[in-house]
T-cell receptor
Framework: AQSVTQLGSHVSVSEGALVLLRCNYS??????LFWYVQYPNQGLQLLLK??????LVKGINGFEAEFKKSETSFHLTKPSAHMSDAAEYFC???????????FGEGTQLTVNP | DGGITQSPKYLFRKEGQNVTLSCEQN?????MYWYRQDPGQGLRLIYY???????QKGDIAEGYSVSREKKESFPLTVTSAQKNPTAFYLC??????????FGEGSRLTVL
């Protein structure tokens, strides 16, 4: 079955440090890929998405992600963490346009002062 | 502004009661979804609908029911058959591109 795996349910970084959240998918067919962010007691907000074209995708709040087909990965990065980045992050994939999304289990990001 | 509205934000239920969570969207999206979120378990799909008057079970449909009588509305009923209903419920909608737009969520607590 096709699945999405996020390595690390909790990631802790210092303010100003690099943020790296890992996401891998299990399929030989590359999917459409998404990263969402969720703040406490709120819905999910789209950070960025990859459908086709350029493999380095830039999103909101300074985040970006790179699609690497050979590694079946779509890791999320931000060069310098802010306190406001503390939230839960979800990676998701769909394998055909308009099909339901498969979500990873989420990564809780903590930013330390 | 266009978006998805869920209500109520917080809901308390006694055991044995059915409750209905409302979800309305004005994005003109065809597809709508209900997810359940529990700590450490990510999002699990309950039901989804790709067109009016049609819906499909997701991964954890037991104990839940839905209707899709209007394009804008996709209410979820949590029935007394749902043995562990305390959770955070998220409604979403999408167009053909597959990107989901989420509501703010409804937190249900069983007393």
């Amino acid at each position: 079955a096709q699945s999405v795996t996020q390595l690390g349910s909790h990631v802790s970084v210092s303010e100003g440090a690099l943020v790296l959240l890992r996401c891998n998918y299990s399929s030989s067919v590359p999917p459409y890929l998404f990263w969402y962010v969720q703040y406490p007691n709120q819905g999910l907000q789209l950070l960025l998405k990859y459908t086709t074209g350029a493999t380095l995708v830039k999103g909101i709040n300074g985040f970006e992600a790179e699609f690497k087909k050979s590694e079946t990965s779509f890791h999320l990065t931000k060069p310098s963490a802010h306190m406001s980045d503390a939230a839960e992050y979800f990676c998701a994939a769909s394998w055909t346009s308009g099909s339901r999304l498969t979500f990873g289990e989420g990564t809780q990001l903590t930013v330390n002062p | 502004d266009g978006g998805i509205t869920q209500s109520p934000k917080y809901l308390f239920r006694k055991e044995g009661q059915n409750v209905t969570l409302s979800c309305e969207q004005n994005l003109n999206h065809d597809a709508m979804y209900w997810y359940r979120q529990d700590p450490g378990q990510g999002l699990r799909l309950i039901y989804y609908s790709q067109i009016v008057n049609d819906f499909q079970k997701g991964d954890i449909a037991e104990g839940y029911s839905v209707s899709r009588e209007k394009k804008e509305s996709f209410p979820l009923t949590v029935t007394s058959a749902q043995k562990n209903p305390t959770a955070f419920y998220l409604c979403a909608s999408s167009q053909i591109t597959g990107e989901l737009f989420f509501g703010e969520g409804s937190r249900l607590t069983v007393l």
